[in-house]
């Protein structure tokens, strides 16, 4: 009944009163690291593992070395579907029984503009944040969580103001954007080294192609770092990320292949639950996926629940002939027919694939506007497809795609018209429900107001996270927003209406392409040619207003910006 929600110590057969004969006895030793509730107790129901013996194999040696004090860092690189999140999963299974503290970090498509994001994460998850919890409640669970690493008192004013919470009790230091960024990730990096200290580390980073720039710097302080610490560090990615770190002493490197012929018909026949299916179906579903897992996965199920197959006690019977427009050619196709499928809660999964891979209960309610019970009874039905896991339970579970292609074909079989709609509802709910994330993460209300087609909301909120940005010197992100704030503002008419925060976004993203290309940056000088022209168009205001960089909080004239700009120029010439 508890399956992997705790760690246990076996203390073999006891005699117990009452019960004839020894009895199997174990002593619940902690809660485990397993975040998810609906992995912990159905972690048999996971996609079987196939043909991945190799790699799994090679994990486990570079996991030794790291128990030993060697750290290892392994890069898993693979296309979609192929395996990257199973390997990881099946790597925790194996050292299940080993002493270790395991992290998780995941990377979001939705937050690749969000300063340190999958550590903000993960650090919420591990304190135990809840929906409800007020600030000074948070700050008392993070004192908590970081009391086992030892950290001083500087290092949970850094955290504490990382997750946004009140530092009264902690006071941060006067110090510059930079150098307070400097700060937050060598405290990020000594809880690491806490933890070490402890028991070995396993880490896992998942999907590091959507990683932000201040995480990739972090990431690159850790990789240099675990060489000295008993850490196991995995990051997986697709293949159009490059890692910088490969060639490294510590650093291992693994590609995921396609699966060959006889692993394919092997996991096709696992899927179907042990039980034969006819040649003529395995060869088609073994021909159509290609070798890529996650397809085969879903096809094979996709066959099993489309009424094609009679099923018996031991088998499946094919009870006509069966067309090759029977079973989808793609893999997009087949999670569509599933869906398909799941008609009665098609509605669910697209609204929680419009809010993102993992989105929680309270927002769903609040978009769907469904009764309690209506929304409870759609839920546990995607859940039970294994399209969708569930952490916790309601009001407070939280659940998440299985893969990100799931919530991709969800979010497409959205006409254009609905998904629009639809995410206007979800960043009205966020600003109604979540109004901290107004100020904590304002990209997010920024994306989904930017797909609803509401271009000011949008380039409001990408304005602000610019600022918020470059409060804490993560210049890079802020370029970004400035530059998504931009290409919203090119959708207005061109007026003085549209001008006039076109200025300040122009003067913005120099300042921040100062910081980060040089004052002689080509990108700084279109940005600043720009702003110069806008100046000049609405009469040369004299209107102020203020961007952070490094140590400076700079106020001052649009014309001070452009003549800047202009006289540097000038002089390098």
Not at 282 to 305: C, H, M, N, S, Y
């Amino acid at each position: 009944m508890v399956g992997d929600l705790f760690e246990y110590r076996d203390l073999g057969s006891v005699e117990v009163r009452g019960i004839a004969g020894p009895v199997p006895v174990w002593q619940v030793l902690r809660p485990s690291g397993v975040e998810s509730r609906f992995e912990a107790l159905h972690g048999s129901r996971l996609s079987p593992l196939v043909g991945r013996e190799e790699e799994i194999d090679l994990l486990l040696r570079r996991s030794a070395r790291a128990k030993a004090g060697d750290g290892q860092v392994v890069l898993i690189s693979g296309e979609p579907g192929i395996g990257k999140s199973r390997i990881a999963a099946a790597l925790a299974e194996r050292l299940h029984a080993e002493p270790h503290i395991r992290l998780r970090y995941f990377c979001s498509p939705y937050h690749q503009d969000s300063a340190l994001y999958p550590f903000i994460d993960q650090l919420g998850r591990a304190a135990g944040f809840a929906s409800g919890d007020r600030p000074t409640v948070r700050l008392e669970k993070l004192e908590g969580l970081l009391a086992r690493t030892a950290p001083s008192d500087e290092d949970v004013a850094f955290l504490a103001d990382l997750l946004s919470l009140p530092t009264s009790d902690h006071p941060l230091p006067n110090l510059s954007p930079q150098r307070k960024k400097e700060r937050t990730l060598e405290a990020l990096i000594r809880q690491l080294e806490g933890l070490a200290h402890r028991q070995p580390v396993v880490m896992i980073l998942e999907d590091a192609h959507w990683i932000d720039p201040t995480s990739r710097e972090l990431l690159d302080l850790t990789v240099e770092r675990v060489r000295s610490l008993p850490v196991l560090l995995v990051v997986t990615f697709r293949p159009e990320f490059q890692p910088p770190w490969a060639g490294q002493p510590q650093v291992t490197m693994l590609t995921l292949n396609r699966l060959d012929r006889r692993d394919r018909t092997a996991l096709v026949q696992q899927i179907a639950g042990g039980k034969a299916l006819p040649d003529e179906v395995i060869d088609q579903i073994a021909d159509r996926t290609d070798g890529v897992p996650l397809f085969i996965e879903e096809l094979t199920k996709g066959v099993l629940e489309s009424g094609l197959l009679r099923e018996e006690v031991d088998r499946y019977v094919l009870d006509r002939s069966m067309l090759p427009v029977a079973i989808p050619t793609t893999l997009h196709d087949s999670l569509m027919a599933r869906l398909d499928n799941l008609a009665s809660v098609r509605l669910m999964a697209q609204i929680g694939a419009a809010i993102g891979r993992e989105f929680s209960y309270p927002l769903l309610r609040a978009v769907s506007r469904l009764s309690e019970r209506e929304l409870e009874a759609a839920l546990a039905r995607l859940v039970a497809s294994g399209l969708v896991f569930q952490r916790g339970a309601p009001p407070d579970a939280v659940y998440s795609f299985k893969h990100a292609l799931v919530q991709d074909a969800a979010h497409s079989s959205l006409l254009r018209s609905s998904r629009q709609q639809l995410h206007a509802q979800i960043g009205d709910a966020l600003e109604t429900h979540f109004p901290e994330l107004m100020d904590n993460q304002p990209e997010l209300l920024a994306q989904h107001y930017a797909e609803a087609g509401l271009v000011e909301k949008s380039i409001a909120y990408w304005g602000r996270a610019g600022r918020r940005s470059a409060d804490r010197s993560a210049m890079a992100e802020a370029i970004a927003q400035l530059q998504k704030g931009l290409d919203q503002l090119v959708l207005l008419p061109d007026n003085r209406q549209r001008q006039k925060p076109e200025l300040e976004f122009w003067s913005a993203l120099g300042a921040a392409l100062r910081f980060v290309k040089g004052q002689a940056s080509p990108e700084m000088g279109r940005a600043y040619a720009r702003a110069r022209e806008l100046w000049e168009q609405l009469g040369s205001p004299r209107n102020s207003f203020t961007f952070r960089v490094d140590s400076l909080d700079i106020t001052c004239t649009a014309a001070n910006w452009i003549w800047r700009y202009v006289w540097t120029r000038i002089c390098c010439a």
